[in-house]
Nanobody, 114 residues
Framework: QVQLVESGGGLVQPGESLRLSCVAS????????MSWYRQAPGKERELVAT????????NYADSVKGRFTISRDNAKNTMYLQMNSLKPEDTAVYYC???????WGQGTLVTVSS
């Protein structure tokens, strides 16, 4: 089975940093573009960042540009999201998604609050 396991979330204060991880299995990780999504309470899930299969190209939502960095380690079947200068509006459950794989993990909760 395809598995996507997100981790690294937690409660932090504004301005602090977190690094999220997504460990994938059940498909050829290095052949798939990967993305991070997030869903805030009562809101629609939104795309945060995308990275191509070999990491040559990265795209970010305007709201996180300059603060978040998406990366991947294909040898470890793992994708990361380094989140710096966190803001309360970043509070959400964060999910990873593989292109052309119709599956989601449980997500990891990020709460940014003072």
């Amino acid at each position: 089975q395809v598995q996507l396991v997100e981790s690294g979330g937690g409660l932090v204060q504004p301005g602090e940093s977190l690094r999220l991880s997504c460990v994938a299995s059940g498909f050829t990780f290095s052949s798939r573009a990967m993305s991070w999504y997030r869903q805030a309470p009562g809101k629609e899930r939104e795309l945060v960042a995308t990275i191509t299969n070999l990491g040559y190209r990265r795209n970010y939502a305007d709201s996180v540009k300059g603060r978040f960095t998406i990366s991947r380690d294909n040898a470890k079947n793992t994708m990361y999201l380094q989140m710096n200068s966190l803001k309360p509006e970043d509070t959400a459950v964060y999910y990873c998604k593989a292109d052309r794989v119709d599956s989601w993990g449980q997500g990891t909760l990020v709460t940014v609050s003072s």
